[in-house]
């Protein structure tokens, strides 16, 4: 899974994007190098944008690891965004492996009402400049849209 992640402390979010072919080892490597970032706080709302992920080559047992791994006992938003229904279907399996109450995630198909979900404004834009974390050196593509 090429992806990255960035961690918004002024505006206690964790933004999440993943392109490509997304797979347990990659996706294993990125919660884990997420988990171990001394900046990542389980407090903060969550946005992860799967919209340019082309493949999807997950087992339920990751998903369920993923979800899991990044549970929170706070009442932490968190927003997903999908492109198509594989993703939509995928995410959702996510959302009910975790013992966390429904009102809590819900999935999206573009940017700005993820954005107010998680308690951002409807204008917030993802952060700019380099992320801090790349699961590989794969040029990634842009800053993601608000459509």
Known sequence: MP???????ERRTVFIRAWGVLTDAEMRAHVEALRSDSRFDSTYGR??????VTTFA????VIGEVARALSSDSPVRRATIVAGDLAYGLARMSQL???????L?????DLAPAMVWV???????WPAGSPHFVVDDSPGPGTPSAS
């Open 105 to 109: 995630s819900n999935l999206f198909r």
């Open 119 to 125: 308690g951002l404004p409807v204008t917030a834009e």
């Open 58 to 61: 997950l087992s339920a047992v």
């Open 3 to 9: 992806g990255s992640y960035v961690i918004d402390s």
């Open 97 to 103: 492996t975790v013992d966390a109450p429904p009102e």
């Open 47 to 52: 946005i992860s944008d799967f919209r340019e």
